[in-house]
C-alpha cells in the first residue's frame, strides 16, 4: 500500500514537471456512467477549448453492440468553431477493426443520407462522419500524455452560426464496440480544476483503468 501510495506521488510530479505540459494537452474526461440518449453528457461551458472524453460502447463477446452514446451542447453565441475528433486505443487482437463512427446532430444542418441507428428531433440535420472499413491499413500515433498511442479517427472542424442545442452521436456500425476517445475543441487551456481532473484521471488512463478489454498487457508503439 505504501509503495503504490508513493508510485501515485510520483506519477503526479512528473506530470506536473516534466515537458508534457497540461497547458497543453486536453482536459480528460471518463464515462463514469453511460451516455446515453436519456442520459446525454452534457458539456456546459467552453466549447472550443479541447477536452477528451474516454468512453465506452459497451460490448459483450456473445452479443452486438447496439449502444450509442450521446453528447449535448449548446451554441448561445455565432459563430463558434467546432472541432471533433474520433479517436482508437491501439489494442492489438481487440480493436485493429474497431472503427466507430459519429454525427453532429442540429438544427439548419443537412438531411443525412444515411439510415441513422437513432431518431432526430424534430426540425433537427445531421452531419455523419465516417471512419474507415474495418481491415484497412490504420496510421497511430502516440499520446505522450496518456502514454498510449492511438488510431488516426475522422475528424469534423467548421464553424456554426446557427444558435441552438447540439448533439453528437458515437456508434459502431459494425456492432463490435469497444474504447474510444472523443475529442471536442482545440483551443489550450486549463483552470485550477481541470488541472486537478487532469492529474486524477491521467493515473487513471496511465495506468490503462479506462479500458474495458481484460486481463491484457497495453501495447505502446512511440510512432
Not at 1 to 16: C, D, E, F, G, S
Not at 104 to 109: A, E, H, W
Not at 120 to 130: F, K, M, R, S
Not at 182 to 207: M, S, Y
Amino acid at each position: 500500500m505504501i509503495l503504490r501510495k508513493a508510485t501515485i506521488i510520483i506519477m503526479i510530479v512528473l506530470i506536473i514537471v516534466s515537458g508534457i505540459s497540461v497547458s497543453k494537452a486536453h482536459v480528460p474526461y471518463i464515462e463514469r456512467c453511460d451516455f446515453s440518449v436519456e442520459n446525454p453528457c452534457i458539456i456546459w461551458k467552453m466549447l472550443e477549448k479541447s477536452k477528451a472524453f474516454y468512453c465506452w460502447l459497451e460490448h459483450h463477446p456473445d452479443k452486438v453492440c447496439t449502444d450509442i452514446d450521446v453528447f449535448q451542447f449548446t451554441i448561445r453565441k455565432r459563430p463558434i468553431n467546432i472541432y471533433i475528433e474520433l479517436i482508437v486505443p491501439v489494442v492489438q487482437e481487440y480493436y485493429e477493426d474497431f472503427v466507430p463512427w459519429f454525427a453532429l446532430v442540429g438544427p439548419n444542418l443537412p438531411e443525412p443520407s444515411y439510415q441513422l441507428p437513432f431518431d432526430l428531433p424534430i426540425g433537427y440535420g445531421a452531419l455523419v462522419i465516417e471512419n474507415q472499413q474495418p481491415g484497412s491499413p490504420r496510421d497511430s500515433f502516440y499520446e505522450p500524455f496518456g502514454g498510449k498511442s492511438y488510431y488516426f479517427g475522422p475528424i469534423l472542424d467548421m464553424n456554426i452560426s446557427q444558435p441552438g442545442t447540439y448533439y453528437v452521436y458515437v456508434w459502431d456500425p459494425y456492432e463490435s464496440g469497444g474504447d474510444y476517445v472523443l475529442v471536442l475543441g482545440k483551443g489550450e487551456f486549463f483552470g485550477p480544476i481541470d488541472i486537478l481532473r487532469a492529474i486524477i484521471n491521467t493515473i487513471i488512463i496511465r495506468q490503462n483503468k479506462e479500458l474495458h478489454v481484460p486481463n491484457y498487457p497495453f501495447i505502446r508503439y512511440n510512432d
